[in-house]
């Protein structure tokens, strides 16, 4: 997976520049490869397999008289080496996004999405302002998160559907296009809702990356 080289991140930077000139919101854009590398969930699937596999195996080929004498030995030898090989095979990317729930993938990705609205200081802007837009392409996960002097100018459900078309684009791998056409679409509502009243830029316009 590769994330955006730097003319488009240039790109978005630029975007952000060229909205905050109509309004007093402050826009951070922060774009994750992945919000946790998930250690654990090989060895569970490998270790419920290890569990599951030989006992059921030695089972069935002893109903069938295969197997004469199917000690303890054999069967944790089996679970070991069967342990061992699904712990590694099973960190392979494309199978290791098919074994996490997508329950457990998107509550990782929104905790490190307000993790990054508290350490890109969102919340310590002069009027609340800040606001975030935030994805993680391993996940495929898209939130915006604005804080109090946003919020009480516009409803969250106001961010729904840009975030569905921006999760659609993510998804398709047009994460660039995703992150313009998103920036547009909130500063055509801010700059309504939430207009400039002066000149400032307190927080970066630029595409955060995390590696």
């Known amino acids: 997976m590769t994330l955006l080289n730097e003319h488009e991140r240039q790109q978005v930077g630029e975007a952000i520049t060229r909205i905050e000139r109509d309004t007093d919101a402050e826009i951070v854009t922060v774009l994750a490869r ?23 195996v030695a089972v069935v080929a002893s109903w069938l008289g295969l197997i004469a004498g199917f000690g303890a030995w054999s069967l944790l030898l089996v679970q070991w080496v069967l342990f061992s090989l699904l712990a590694v095979a099973f960190r392979w990317p494309p199978l290791l996004t098919r074994l996490i729930p997508r329950r457990v993938r998107f509550w990782r990705a929104a905790n490190l999405a307000r993790r990054q609205f508290l350490e890109q200081n969102l919340h ?14 391993a996940e495929r996960y898209v939130e915006i998160l604005v804080d109090h002097g946003i919020s009480q ?10 975030v569905a078309r921006f999760t ?3 998804q398709g791998g047009r994460t660039l296009a995703g992150f ?6 909130c500063g055509e509502r801010l700059k309504v ?5 002066h000149e400032r830029n307190e927080l970066p316009n630029r595409l ?4």
Do not use: K, N
């Not at 313009?180 to 679409?185: H, T, Y």
């Not at 809702?193 to 009243?197: M, R």
């Not at 955060?208 to 590696?211: D, G, M, S």
């Open 153 to 162: 100018r516009l409803d969250d459900s106001e961010w729904g559907q840009i």
């Open 124 to 137: 310590r802007t002069e009027a609340g302002t800040g606001m975030l837009i935030f994805v993680s392409e």
């Open 193 to 197: 809702h939430l207009p400039a009243t």
């Open 180 to 185: 313009l056409d998103c920036i547009e679409a």
């Open 168 to 170: 659609a684009q993510v």
């Open 208 to 211: 955060i990356v995390l590696e």
């Open 34 to 56: 992945q919000a946790d590398d998930y250690t654990y969930i090989p060895l569970l699937w490998a270790g419920l397999a290890a569990l599951l596999v030989p006992g059921a």
